[in-house]
């Protein structure tokens, strides 16, 4: 089991970054596969960008494609999502998520039902 807290969301200009951050306790960081997913008001829940366990294989979707970029640092309990180039489209609730794959060090995830845990959201809101 482990326990993930999101943290880094706020309010920017159309153009400007954040750096979002999930910091995960109560099991071994390295056996889970982490991914970002967002959703607004009236939409449903998708994919951002996930991540392997340990081997560093990254997934963007389209729309964030070039201007996000997922990390981990196993060492450290924590993922980051680093986010430049904000559109106001990208405004939505952002929740870490982790998958728990003890045998798979090189696969990344893009479907919430591959998750097991969740954290509880931040907001981010990109003013046009």
């Known amino acids: 089991q482990v326990q993930l807290v999101e943290s880094g969301g706020g309010l920017v200009q159309a153009g400007g970054s954040l750096r979002l951050s999930c910091a995960a306790s109560?099991?071994?960081?390295?056996?889970?596969?982490m991914g970002w997913f967002r959703q607004a008001p009236g939409k449903e829940r998708d994919v951002v960008a996930a991540?392997?366990?340990?081997?560093?294989?990254?997934y963007y979707a389209d729309s964030v494609k070039g201007r996000f970029t997922i990390s981990r640092d196993n060492a450290k309990n924590t993922m980051f999502l680093q986010m430049n180039t904000l559109k106001p489209e990208d405004t939505a609730v952002y929740y870490c998520?982790?998958?728990?794959?003890?045998?798979?060090?090189?696969?990344?995830?893009?479907?919430?039902?591959?998750?097991?845990?969740w954290g509880q959201g931040t907001q981010v809101t990109v003013s046009s």
């Open positions: 109560g099991d071994t960081f390295s056996s889970y596969a």
């Open positions: 998520a982790a998958a728990y794959k003890p045998y798979s060090p090189s696969s990344y995830h893009t479907r919430g039902s591959e998750y097991d845990y």
């Open positions: 991540i392997s366990r340990s081997v560093g294989r990254r």
